[in-house]
């Protein structure tokens, strides 16, 4: 089981709660967690990266237990091993392409070197076609490349599974259509196991090989059943190939 999940959480603002418990198990490795704004998805993320501990209940990610309130386990992020990326990808604007890239590998107290060697962050500027951009600084990359260089950092440390947080919300609808396709295929290329989480149903039909639907910090059961029963009568299609048509 890819991922099994039984959890509770509480959230408290002034007078105002949210309660998100969840009872789920996927085995997929191509998971898309839909939901609108305030179900609960990024508390869900922010638990299984171990940014937000639960308050009761366990969590299981490719067979290894992350968090489990009854044992007394509770793995730090580091421990899990996941990467998680950002809506904004979170590229340090003061660091090419390489050393954004290197800097997860990187325990020292000062950033990089601008030219420093590495066979590993070498390996991930040649999977992701970085290699003609690397000394250049994010603002000088397209979208896609943007996007590839916040990729390529997140695994470069080899995590056990990427968690993306909308990651297309922000961009223009071409933008956006392209770059879904481009994702697609670096993750079937790589086989990361990835959770999506998204308000999006567009990403769904990239993306799902399951769908986990959620509102107000529960299942939300009409729309899973909707979801399936689309999914069925209109199998996600393999996406065409793309370019890094300047995006």
């Known amino acids: 089981m890819f991922l099994d999940v039984d959890l509770s959480k509480t959230m408290r603002s002034g007078k105002r709660e949210f309660h998100l418990h969840l009872n789920y198990a996927s085995s997929s490795d191509r998971l898309v967690v839909l939901g609108p704004s305030g179900s609960g998805k990024s508390l869900l993320l922010q638990m299984i990266a171990g940014l937000l501990k639960p308050d009761r209940g ?5 067979g290894r237990t992350l968090f489990d309130h009854t044992q007394g386990i509770n ?8 990467a998680f990326l950002f809506q904004n990808y979170a590229l340090f604007p003061h660091l090419s392409v390489r050393q954004n ?8 107290l000062f950033n990089p070197r601008p030219k420093m060697i590495s066979k590993t962050v070498d390996y991930w500027l040649e999977t992701f076609a970085l290699e003609p951009v690397q000394h250049q600084r994010p603002h000088e990359l ?8 916040a990729l390529a950092r997140a695994l470069v440390t080899e995590p056990r599974a990427l968690l993306l947080d909308e990651p297309f919300s922000a961009l223009d609808p071409d933008l956006r259509i392209h770059m879904r396709k481009e994702l697609r295929q670096l993750q079937e290329r790589l086989a990361v196991p990835l959770i999506l989480i998204t308000h999006d ?3 769904v039909q990239v993306f799902a090989e399951q769908t986990l639907c ?9 729309r899973q059943q909707l979801i399936q029963a689309c999914s069925t009568l209109n199998p996600i299609k393999k996406p065409e190939p793309v370019t890094d048509s300047g995006f």
Do not use: N, W
Request: glycine content about 10%; aromatic content about 4%.
């Open 75 to 82: 793995l730090t992020p580091q421990q899990r091993q996941v």
């Open 101 to 108: 890239i290197a800097f997860s590998l990187h325990h020292g």
């Open 142 to 149: 397209s979208g896609g490349q943007r996007q590839r260089t």
């Open 201 to 203: 149903v567009e990403d």
């Open 58 to 62: 366990y969590l299981k990610l490719a």
């Open 214 to 222: 959620l509102k107000d910090g529960q299942m939300d059961l009409e």
